[in-house]
């Protein structure tokens, strides 16, 4: 089992970087592919980024393909999501998520656990 505790969200203005962190525990953690999601305010939520447990299976949404970056370092059992020009469309709340299969990496329902969330809030 893998608990999750994400870190880093904040206020930044438009243009600006945010560097998101994903704590977990358990001692199966580097077995999971690890995923971020964002729920903005009315909408469902989407998938950002995902890494496999070795880092060489990389995917990204295509509105974040540039920008975005995601991490982990398996010794320390974090997962990171570094963000640049940061834009208002990208206000959300963001999920760390650990999913043991790592089919397709960008539903939703593939996940197994999830942390509780971190609010971003881009100011234009």
């Known amino acids: 089992q893998v608990q999750l505790v994400e870190s880093g969200g904040g206020l930044v203005q438009a243009g600006g970087s945010l560097r998101l962190s994903c704590a977990a525990s358990?001692?199966?953690?580097?077995?999971?592919?690890m995923g971020w999601f964002r729920q903005a305010p009315g909408l469902e939520r989407e998938f950002v980024a995902a890494?496999?447990?070795?880092?060489?299976?990389?995917v990204y949404a295509d509105s974040v393909k540039g920008r975005f970056t995601i991490s982990r370092d398996n010794a320390k059992k974090m997962v990171y999501l570094e963000m640049n020009s940061l834009k208002p469309g990208d206000t959300a709340v963001y999920y760390c998520?650990?999913?043991?299969?790592?089919?397709?990496?960008?539903?939703?329902?593939?996940?197994?656990?999830w942390g509780q969330g971190t609010q971003v809030t881009v100011s234009s």
């Open positions: 998520a650990g999913d043991l299969q790592g089919w397709s990496l960008v539903r939703e329902d593939e996940y197994d656990y």
């Open positions: 358990g001692r199966t953690f580097n077995r999971y592919y």
């Open positions: 890494i496999s447990w070795s880092g060489d299976r990389l």
